[in-house]
Nanobody, 119 residues
Framework: QVQLVESGGGLVQPGGSLRLSCAAP????????MGWYRQAPGKQRELVAT???????DCVESVKGRFTISTNNAKSTVLLQLNSLNPEDTAVYYC?????????????WGQGTQVTVSS
């Protein structure tokens, strides 16, 4: 089992910023992508942004120009910079790591971190 350690959530006013961090064990081999998903109350979990180990990024339309995803040099930590936050961004944010194994692609999830945007 791969444990992902998330940090950085909290309460912020509309227009504010937060930075989320998610660290996978450095000993992990085979990471092919990392990303962030979110789940608001009463809604399904949705993709926010992903980044491959090759640096290719993708994000949902609603966060383009506001959120930025990146990784550290070791490709074992994924960061999500959240700018210009609005109340619709309120959700639990989950880190995801996709690892290539002999059995195929495996997905691992963090425990989730709450982001609340409110005045």
């Amino acid at each position: 089992q791969v444990q992902l350690v998330e940090s950085g959530g909290g309460l912020v006013q509309p227009g504010g910023s937060l930075r989320l961090s998610c660290a996978a064990p450095r000993s992990i081999f085979g990471i092919i992508a990392m990303g962030w998903y979110r789940q608001a109350p009463g809604k399904q979990r949705e993709l926010v942004a992903t980044i491959t180990t090759g640096g290719v990024t993708d994000c949902v339309e609603s966060v383009k120009g506001r959120f930025t995803i990146s990784t550290n040099n070791a490709k074992s930590t994924v960061l999500l910079q959240l700018n210009s936050l609005n109340p619709e961004d309120t959700a639990v944010y989950y880190c995801n790591t996709k690892i290539l194994t002999p059995l195929g692609n495996m997905n691992y999830w963090g425990q989730g971190t709450q982001v609340t945007v409110s005045s």
